[in-house]
């Protein structure tokens, strides 16, 4: 297994249209979270799934934001009407277990211009 | 309420010395702990990780870190700093709350190596 990957590395989009992310999480991993991180901050949790199910949803994702995992294997991150304050690096990651470490993809940056 | 502390936004060391990265945080329960590091352009890598077993946690690199109960603490540590070791790190913790256990980061420490 190579660990997590997400696609596209780079997006850039204009404002107003929509975009969409896949994570493909550590095969055997049945959590999966999404961050998003922007120059100098640390990344800030967006939601997170254990198989299918959506369990935890950040009060910062907007309605404009949604997210699935519809089999329990890949999620996708789908972002309506971008605006130029969703320019940042979107990251997925997976992990196994109630205690384990998770396991970061390289992210996806998207510009808005 | 939980939250995670990182008390300098950089350090600087000298390459040969110790370094010393603080963490600290706050929580009702026992928390997992964990200290990951972030290169320019690449992916977020585990450093190390404690969860419950031993309070001296030794991890990649040479680095290792102290969960300090009474203290609230998970200070990052490395006897003799790298070149290589200049990156972002970031201590994160997860919290048991309600039906999740989300990751919750603290705001980085960015380390600096000088010859």
């Known amino acids: 297994d190579t660990g997590v990957s997400q696609d596209p590395r780079h997006k850039i989009t204009k404002r107003g249209q929509n975009v969409t992310f896949r994570c493909d999480p550590i095969?055997?991993?049945?959590?999966l979270y999404w961050y998003r991180q922007t120059l100098g901050q640390g990344p800030e949790f967006l939601t997170y799934?254990?198989?299918?199910?959506?369990?935890?949803k950040s009060r910062l994702l907007s309605d404009r934001f949604s997210a699935e995992r519809p089999k329990g294997s890949f999620s996708t991150l789908e972002i309506q009407r971008t605006e130029q304050g969703d320019s940042a690096m979107y990251l997925c990651?997976?992990?196994?277990?109630?205690?384990?470490?998770?396991?970061f993809g390289q992210g996806t940056r998207l510009t808005v211009v | 309420a939980q939250s995670v502390t990182q008390l300098d936004s950089h350090v600087s060391v000298s390459e040969g010395t110790p370094v010393l990265l603080r963490c600290n945080y706050s929580?009702?329960?026992?928390?997992?702990l964990f200290w990951y590091v972030q290169h320019p352009n690449k992916g977020l890598q585990l450093l190390l990780k404690y969860t419950s077993a031993a309070t001296l946690v030794k991890g990649i690199n040479g680095f290792e870190a102290e969960f300090k109960k009474s203290e609230t603490s998970f200070h990052l540590t490395k006897p003799s700093a790298h070149m290589s070791d200049a990156a972002e790190y970031f201590c994160v913790v997860r919290f048991i709350t309600g039906g999740g256990n989300k990751l919750t980061f603290g705001t980085g420490t960015q380390l600096k190596v000088e010859l």
């Open positions: 990651a997976s992990s196994q277990g109630s205690v384990a470490e998770a396991f």
């Open positions: 095969s055997e991993h049945n959590r």
């Open positions: 799934f254990q198989n299918e199910a959506q369990l935890e």
């Open positions: 929580s009702s329960y026992s928390p997992s």
